[in-house]
């Protein structure tokens, strides 16, 4: 079984620098795991210690949620959520992931994979929802 391990990065962003925690675990192609709101990564522990058998799993909490900074600005959408993940990317280096998101966790994974197409190499999503402006 693979240890699920508790990270730490400090990211110079867009939102000047803030603090990503996250979970990590496996060897393989990368996944990231997305949660919902308001939760923290903690909840997928049970799909990370399975999934990590063949694939990286990194499960960051969503700025804002569990030990991960706010982004500084006056409005919060999905499209800031889904840049706030890229530069989590960036800043461990990784060019090609997979994701998975539950809920805010599958809309955030769409939002992504629509402005990051060279990027999101595939996506799973269980719970999405929309609403009608």
């Known amino acids: 079984m693979n240890q ?26 990368i996944i990231f795991l997305l949660h919902q709101s308001p939760k923290s990564a903690d909840e997928y522990r049970p799909q990370i210690e399975e999934w990590s058998k063949d694939f ?12 991960s900074d706010v982004l500084e600005t006056d409005k919060v959408t999905i499209e800031k959520i889904a840049q706030a993940n890229i530069e989590l990317a960036d800043t461990l280096n990784i060019k090609e992931f997979g994701l998975y998101g539950f809920h805010t966790g599958a809309i955030i994974s769409i939002a992504m994979g629509h402005h990051y197409p060279d990027r999101v190499k595939a996506i799973a999503c269980n719970g999405v929802f929309g609403f009608d402006r």
């Open 4 to 29: 699920i391990k508790t990270e730490y990065c400090t990211i110079k962003s867009h939102w000047g620098n803030r603090q990503v925690r996250f979970l990590i675990a496996g060897s393989g192609p």
């Open 56 to 67: 990286t799993i990194i499960a960051p909490d969503t700025p804002g949620y569990g030990d």
